[in-house]
């Protein structure tokens, strides 16, 4: 009996200390009896952009609702509503990559061992990345590539593929036309930059912006600059390559090897860069570079100084795309004391878009020509190609072929001309 009586005492001191405590919180006890119908609640309001929700969840809220009481509420401090020009701090990003496979067969040249004996597959590009904003406050790319050929030395016929670095930089507006850009990109130099490599409308870049690779006839590099690290002012008016529109860079980098972690010198690379663009009329490019660089390990460092220009332009007229970029670059040898080297290279372009059933195809002719230095009198080459891209935007992909003759200057005549694919696939 006292034990069922202080089992009594104890149940009801537990249902007086559970009223009391929902008193003491403000919080009404359920009824025992049939719930009556809640009153109705005016409608919420919409909370403003980027105001916390309530801590309850609907379901729980409706649930509450179904035996007659509100649910226990904690809404946080409402924000005020951003005003419809200010920046959002929310970031976004896509990612983006794309696939480049080709194939070629170079001519075997009966006296060159390294020429055309390498045919088969190559990867041009295994690019990935992303490019991002927070708001208005900022831009960002970063990408990557598995494609990057390594060479100990020119002319060999085999190479490594390693991943290697490609963007990596930020863009933050100073005011409403202007930018500045800083981290590792390419400068506004390069005549056939404009196109990216799923725009470029042949197999490969220009003679004046590839140069001869190895295994196709005498290795030779490039007139354009590539990557590097630095930062750049841009000033832009309309938008890019849209409507009409002009836009100035000035940059300083660093003006070492496209892969180098850092300076090769004290000596920072200048350049500086214009571009105009019009719906109706094309577009055209004039640019500038100066880079005091160095080359070689020490004790045996060599001081030389590159002062380089570029000129790009082109036009489309209807179905006929027309391009055209040329590249000069004269360099001086401080440390040996020789004669100063000139380079230049050059070449035009057209392609027509032909009438297809639901297919982009167009057709083309390019010629272009490089002579990598004057202080060597027989390393001119010339390339004839004539090409042909379809492209399926609807597997995001695209197909490029090309026929290359190619002619060098008589003393160095190879036979080296070939035949080349490439299959194009978009992530």
Known sequence: MRQSLNMVRRLVLSIVFVAGSRLAWGQPIPPQGPAEPPAAEPPAAEPAAGTPAEVTPASSRAAALEVGRAPPRRVLPALPAPQADAPSAAPTWQPFGYLRLQAALVQNDANVA??????????????????????????????????????????????RLRVGLRDAHVDLPIAAELAVRAGRFEPWFDPEA????????????????????????????????????????????????????????????????????????????????????????????????????????????????DLAGALGMGASLGPV????????????????????????????????????????????????????????????????????????????????????????????TLRNDRLEAVLEVSL
């Open 114 to 159: 390294f020429i055309g004996r390498s045919d088969g597959f190559d990867l041009q590009n295994a690019r990935l990345g992303a490019r991002g904003r927070l708001g208005q406050r900022a831009a960002f790319e970063v990408s990557i590539d598995g494609a990057v050929d390594e060479r100990d030395q020119v002319n060999l016929p085999n190479g």
């Open 321 to 412: 795309r027309l391009g055209a970029g040329a590249v000069l670059m004269r360099t001086t040898f401080a440390t040996t004391g020789g004669g100063a080297q000139r380079a230049w290279g050059a070449h035009g372009q057209a392609l027509v878009r032909v009438p297809a059933a639901g297919l982009l195809v167009e057709v083309g002719y390019r010629f272009a020509i490089l002579d990598p230095s004057s202080l060597v009198l027989t390393d001119r080459v010339m390339e004839h190609t004539a090409g042909a891209v379809l492209s399926l935007p609807r597997l995001r992909a695209r197909i490029l072929a090309g026929a290359v003759h190619v002619a060098e200057q008589a003393a160095r």
């Open 194 to 305: 404009r196109d990216g490599d799923t725009e470029r409308p042949f197999v490969d870049r220009a003679l004046d912006s590839r140069g001869v690779l190895a295994t196709e006839g005498w290795q030779a590099a490039g007139l354009t600059p590539g990557r590097s690290l630095g930062v750049a002012a841009r000033w832009q008016r309309g938008k890019p390559w849209q409507g009409s529109g002009v836009a100035a860079e000035v940059s300083a980098q660093n003006g070492a090897d496209e892969f180098a972690s850092g300076n090769d010198n004290d000596a920072l690379a200048l350049s500086l860069a214009v571009r105009a663009w019009s719906a109706g009329l094309g577009w055209v490019q004039v640019a500038g570079r100066y880079n005091p660089r160095t080359e070689g390990d020490q004790p045996f460092r060599q001081d030389e100084t």
